[in-house]
């Protein structure tokens, strides 16, 4: 079946670290995207992606950093810049053909610090 | 910026019963696309239902409804005879198309719907 996935399902990391949270999809689509959710809160955009090689911030990159060098891989990237990383990550896709149609998301990743 | 507003940000309904979830929503855009997530305990975001703006007939899917006041920009979810597995978070999104085929989703702050047996 195709879809979104993200690994791990939870991750630590320790102060200073840098982690990078998987997100593969097989729907091919173009366009992915990343998303940060707190509690009470929505989902903020962090970054997101239309083709190969190509990426574009969000709402809130800041202390994030992606890589787009496969159609179907879209890695994100914690750095130790960014000082409140504990969250529930959410990657998404859409077939940029159909602007229209909603995002696929995947199953998510919960960061904590240790 | 789009924003996206859910001012309920708990609310509980009985078994069978219907209960209406409130969204309003603040764009200057003409061409958009409203929708209704489901994200249940294990976290999954579940497309539930959508509304395209230029259409008029409000969206249906089985026990979901959506009141569209385009006017009033207001996107309201109904959920008729309510069962257990509907407790969940509910958000709201907007979606602006995006002219190289990607699409922005502003997404609402939730509300966290329980069902009582």
């Known amino acids: 079946d195709g879809g979104i996935t993200q690994s791990p399902k939870y991750l630590f990391r320790k102060e200073g670290q840098n982690v990078t949270l998987s997100c593969e999809q097989n729907?091919?689509?173009?366009?992915m995207y990343w998303y940060r959710q707190d509690p009470g809160q929505g989902l903020r955009l962090i970054y997101y992606s239309q083709i190969v090689n190509d990426f574009q911030k969000g709402d809130i990159a800041e202390g994030y950093s992606v890589s787009r060098e496969k159609k179907e891989s879209f890695p994100l990237t914690v750095t130790s810049a960014q000082k409140n990383p504990t969250a529930f990550y959410l990657c998404a896709s859409n077939d940029r053909r159909f602007s229209n149609q909603p995002q696929h998301f995947g199953d998510g990743t919960r960061l904590s610090i240790l | 910026a789009q924003t996206v507003t859910q001012s309920q940000p708990e609310m509980s309904v009985q078994e069978a019963e219907t209960v209406t979830l409130s969204c309003t929503y603040d764009t200057s855009e003409n061409n958009y696309y409203l929708f209704w997530y489901k994200q249940p305990p294990s976290r999954q975001m579940i497309l539930v239902i959508r509304q395209e703006a230029y259409k008029q007939q409000n969206a249906t899917e089985n026990r979901f409804s959506v009141n569209f006041q385009k006017a009033a920009k207001s996107f309201s979810l109904k959920i008729s005879d309510s069962q257990l597995g509907d407790t969940a978070m509910y958000f709201c999104?907007?979606?602006?198309?995006?002219?190289?085929?990607?699409?922005?989703?502003?997404f609402g702050t939730g509300t966290r719907l329980t069902v009582i047996p």
């Open positions: 999104a907007f979606m602006k198309p995006l002219i190289t085929g990607a699409n922005n989703l502003f």
């Open positions: 729907l091919n689509h173009d366009a």
